[in-house]
């Protein structure tokens, strides 16, 4: 079976913090991808990030960067220099065939 | 320009009504999907649809019936609506459909049933 859990329900940090929202996954499937989906409040959801079971190389994209690790099944995602326009909610999925999502992370970044 | 196009975006309705959402994608994806969004915000898929065909079918009353014309389209029909149906429906497609294809998102509908 196939389970992501976000443990963080809900983070709030004051914009310019940096803050990571964790991600642990459960498979048995040697092979799945990992992604992250950023939902703003206007409702859409935004795709940011996909990554194989077999690259655990770190990715840096601007402000946000992902940090696979599959000793510890973690696929977290920081945000440096966090600013307003990142307040969202954020969420992590899994797929191995069909994708499956965690319960979602709210961020709130104040000005 | 729009992708992955759902209508209507707002469908507020009674107890015991019928009624569809479209779903229309031009980014000449192979496969679709309907997502239910609840109120604490949980995703969960319903059906996925590779070139009009069910590929999963998740453990969804059958008062709710997919149907795609063709393999831009898919559109979700529920009978008989009940309260506990309001929530947010996604579609979304894929190119492939294969475990590693990123999912793009319509902009959702919100389903309110009085």
């Known amino acids: 079976a196939q389970k992501v859990t976000q443990a963080q329900t809900e983070i709030s940090v004051v914009e310019k913090e940096d803050v990571t929202l964790d991600c642990v996954y459960e498979t048995r499937d040697t092979t799945y991808y990992l992604f992250w989906y950023k939902q703003p409040p206007s409702g859409e959801l935004v795709f940011l990030i996909r990554?194989?079971?077999?690259?655990?190389q770190n990715e840096i994209s601007g402000r946000y960067s992902w940090n696979f690790q599959k000793s510890t099944s973690s696929f977290n995602f920081t945000i440096t220099a966090s600013q307003v326009v990142d307040s969202a909610v954020y969420f992590c999925?899994?797929?191995?065939?069909?994708?499956?999502f965690g319960a979602g992370t709210r961020l709130t970044v104040k000005p | 320009d729009t992708a992955v196009s759902q209508t209507p975006k707002y469908l507020v309705t009674q107890m015991g009504n019928d009624k569809s959402i479209k779903c229309e994608q031009n980014l000449g994806h192979d496969t679709m999907y309907w997502y239910k969004q609840d109120s604490k915000k949980f995703l969960k898929i319903m059906f996925s649809y590779n070139n009009k065909e069910l590929i999963i079918n998740e453990t969804v009353p059958n008062r709710f019936s997919p149907k795609s014309p063709d393999k831009a389209h898919l559109n979700l029909h529920i009978n008989s609506l009940e309260l506990g149906d309001s929530a947010v429906y996604f579609c979304?497609?894929?190119?492939?459909?294969?475990?590693?294809?990123?999912?793009?998102f319509g902009n959702g509908t919100r389903l309110t049933v009085t």
């Open positions: 999925a899994l797929s191995v065939g069909d994708m499956r």
């Open positions: 990554r194989n079971s077999f690259d655990e």
């Open positions: 979304a497609s894929s190119q492939v459909g294969t475990r590693g294809d990123p999912l793009h």
